[in-house]
């Protein structure tokens, strides 16, 4: 099974950027199906962003609509690691985002990293 760790998290104010890893250690990402998820305060953990299981042409993404177009996640397989780059950013985003990774019935979280996005 998989071990994530996510980094990258902090504070950034409105319309600016961030970048979260997501390191996984002990398997290869790219076997797995990777998303990123947050949960703020007082709401449901939610699905932002997620990638496909890694194939022979490409892999295949989707974004919660309230994210479409200003944030993008991708692997980088040689660093065993996966991305969401976050522009744009709004108040609205402020949560603890955590990511995930499905191989199957084998499923792994990370310990989230805090996104405050504040003037």
């Known amino acids: 099974q998989v071990q994530l760790v996510e980094s990258g998290g902090g504070l950034v104010q409105p319309g600016g950027s961030l970048r979260l890893s997501c390191a996984g250690s002990?398997?290869?990402?790219?076997?797995?199906?990777m998303g990123w998820y947050r949960q703020a305060p007082g709401k449901e953990r939610e699905l932002v962003a997620q990638?496909?299981?890694?194939?022979?042409?490409?892999?295949?993404?989707n974004y919660a609509d309230s994210v479409k177009g200003r944030f993008t996640i991708f692997r980088d397989n040689a660093k065993n690691t996966v991305y969401l780059q976050m522009n744009n950013l709004k108040v609205e985003d402020t949560a603890v985002y955590y990511c995930?990774?499905?191989?199957?019935?084998?499923?792994?979280w990370g310990q989230g990293t805090q996104v405050t996005v504040s003037s």
């Open positions: 002990g398997s290869r990402l790219s076997t797995y199906a």
């Open positions: 995930n990774g499905r191989n199957g019935l084998v499923e792994s």
């Open positions: 990638i496909s299981i890694l194939s022979t042409i490409r892999s295949t993404t």
